[in-house]
């Protein structure tokens, strides 16, 4: 067993002042778009809780975000990979939580 102090080697990483990290902003964008249009409602950005990265053939995004919809506040994790290269963003998976 792992401590939880040490990081996996090829493991999610925290993303450190996330709030202010450009990429991380853009993929909490994007995570939020593609939610909206699943549910068939538009979703705002309200807060960004947390971000972890990992690097694959590519990066795996993994987004705690707090969001609004006709005044009403939704908790999201959002999953979202970045390929290589110029190719678009995936939203990968996403599920509502009430963690926050």
């Given at each position: 067993?792992?401590?939880?102090t040490?990081?996996m ?15 991380v902003?853009?993929v909490?964008k ?27 053939a590519?990066l795996?995004y993994?987004?705690?975000?707090e ?15 970045q ?14 939580t009430?963690?926050w």
């Amino acid at each position: 067993m792992v401590p939880a102090t040490v990081t996996m080697l090829g493991g999610h990483k925290d993303v450190e002042d996330h709030e202010n990290d450009a990429k991380v902003q853009e993929v909490a964008k994007f995570a939020v778009q593609q939610i909206g249009e699943k549910a068939g409602k538009k979703l705002d950005l309200v807060k960004i809780h947390s971000a972890k990265k990992q690097v694959v053939a590519g990066l795996n995004y993994v987004l705690v975000l707090e969001t609004t919809a006709d005044g009403t506040k939704e908790t999201h994790e959002a999953h979202v990979y970045q390929p290589l290269g110029d190719q678009p963003l995936k939203l990968t998976a996403s599920n509502k939580t009430d963690s926050w």
